[in-house]
């Protein structure tokens, strides 16, 4: 994979990262207000930790193809 490409799945991650942060809170207040709150916490919870993994996983590639040119 280029870096460039790598630098962009990076960026991505982070994008969805702080976008399901900032959705959280605003589809509770505005579109989900008849869901039960545990169900949408934990909804929004999975996407978090998901987010959050996939983030780590493409620091750790680009770090590993910077290391090794």
Same mark, same amino acid.
């Given at each position: +994979? *280029? &870096? @460039? +490409? @790598?630098?962009? @799945?990076?960026?991505?991650? =982070?994008?969805?990262?702080?976008? *399901?942060?900032?959705? =959280? &809170?605003?589809?509770?207040? =505005?579109?989900? @207000?008849?869901? &039960? &709150? !545990? !169900? ?9 930790? %998901?987010?959050? *993994?996939?983030?780590?996983? *493409?620091? !750790?590639? %680009? ?7």
């Amino acid at each position: +994979m *280029s &870096p @460039r +490409m @790598r630098r962009a @799945r990076t960026i991505t991650a =982070w994008i969805l990262l702080a976008g *399901s942060l900032a959705g =959280w &809170p605003l589809c509770a207040f =505005w579109l989900a @207000r008849n869901e &039960p &709150p !545990v !169900v949408l916490g934990l909804s929004f919870l999975a996407i978090i930790i %998901e987010s959050a *993994s996939l983030l780590t996983a *493409s620091q !750790v590639h %680009e770090d590993t193809a910077n290391n090794n040119q």
